[in-house]
């Protein structure tokens, strides 16, 4: 049976090697960027028109969403929600429109999202969803009090959805990546990078195929029994 996901935040490093992994496993995908499209026209070239989907929508709006209901025009029994940003600074210095910003994109529009296409994962009584959130959502962080704050309310809304959603042949679960190796760290020179490398125990970053491949794991039959759980990978960091 064909099997059809949807994967937010596609274009970003880590959405990217998500993308692979599920074309890799026979799924066709849905693949939801917002203004860098490159890497997702390298996966259209590599894979096939009818195996990859482009969707462009700013989640960073209300409107983002519809466009995702549109842009996908059969029904998904997969979504991996990838989404997100940071902010690095104090929690007095944000401003509102930096905060508003992050709330929409990292709590609202996953709620709407999924709220969007549950209602065919219902029908059908399967679906499979897995959030991305991150170490700070389990513990927080200084200076990132406010993307911590959204991280945690993603994990929260797994483990409610989850529960509520079992029944149907459902399952949620989210991701906790510490430390990646992305663009999201070129803001740290490389002697930041290291000491937060020297922190970890397995003493380095993870890669962003490692963080695909738990992805694959929680959506496959080898998880069957798992829902509403946080897997942490972030190579022993907390």
Same mark, same amino acid.
């Given at each position: 049976?064909?099997?059809? +996901?949807?994967?937010?935040?596609?274009?970003?490093?880590?959405? &990217?090697?998500? %993308?692979?992994?599920?074309? @890799?496993?026979?799924?066709?995908?849905?693949?939801? !960027?917002?203004?860098?499209?490159?890497?997702?026209?390298?996966?259209?070239?590599?894979?096939?028109?009818?195996?990859?989907?482009?969707?462009?929508?700013?989640?960073?709006?209300? +409107?983002?969403?519809?466009?995702?209901?549109?842009? +996908?025009?059969?029904?998904?029994?997969?979504?991996?929600? @990838?989404?997100? *940003?940071?902010?690095?600074?104090?929690?007095?210095?944000?401003?509102?429109? *930096?905060?508003?910003?992050?709330?929409?994109?990292?709590?609202?529009?996953?709620?709407?999202?999924?709220?969007?296409?549950?209602?065919?994962?219902?029908?059908?009584?399967?679906?499979?969803?897995?959030?991305?959130?991150?170490?700070?959502?389990?513990?927080?962080?200084?200076?990132?009090?406010?993307?911590?704050?959204?991280?945690?309310?993603?994990? +929260?809304?797994?483990?409610?959805?989850?529960? $509520?959603?079992?029944?149907?042949?459902? &399952?949620?679960?989210?991701?906790?990546?510490?430390?990646?190796?992305?663009?999201?760290?070129?803001?740290?020179?490389?002697? $930041?990078?290291?000491?937060?490398?020297?922190?970890?125990?397995?003493? &380095?970053?993870?890669?962003?195929? $490692?963080? %695909?491949?738990?992805?694959?794991?929680?959506?496959?039959?080898?998880?069957? !029994?798992?829902?509403?759980?946080?897997?942490?990978?972030?190579?022993?960091?907390?």
């Amino acid at each position: 049976m064909n099997k059809t +996901a949807l994967v937010i935040g596609a274009s970003g490093d880590i959405g &990217r090697e998500i %993308a692979k992994s599920l074309l @890799n496993e026979g799924y066709t995908t849905y693949l939801h !960027y917002n203004s860098d499209n490159q890497s997702i026209h390298n996966l259209q070239r590599e894979f096939g028109d009818e195996k990859v989907v482009p969707i462009q929508a700013d989640l960073n709006t209300g +409107a983002g969403v519809q466009k995702l209901k549109t842009g +996908a025009y059969t029904s998904v029994d997969t979504i991996v929600f @990838n989404a997100g *940003t940071t902010y690095y600074g104090l929690m007095t210095d944000i401003d509102e429109k *930096t905060k508003q910003q992050m709330i929409q994109l990292n709590i609202t529009s996953l709620y709407s999202t999924i709220q969007a296409f549950l209602p065919d994962m219902l029908r059908k009584r399967n679906g499979n969803i897995v959030v991305i959130s991150s170490i700070w959502g389990e513990i927080g962080a200084s200076c990132e009090v406010l993307y911590s704050m959204t991280k945690g309310a993603q994990i +929260a809304f797994v483990k409610a959805l989850a529960k $509520e959603v079992a029944l149907n042949g459902i &399952r949620v679960n989210a991701i906790a990546p510490g430390a990646v190796f992305t663009k999201m760290l070129n803001n740290l020179s490389d002697d $930041e990078k290291q000491e937060i490398s020297d922190d970890i125990p397995m003493g &380095r970053l993870a890669h962003p195929y $490692e963080i %695909a491949d738990a992805v694959c794991f929680l959506l496959s039959d080898k998880s069957s !029994y798992i829902t509403g759980q946080v897997l942490g990978v972030n190579g022993g960091w907390n």
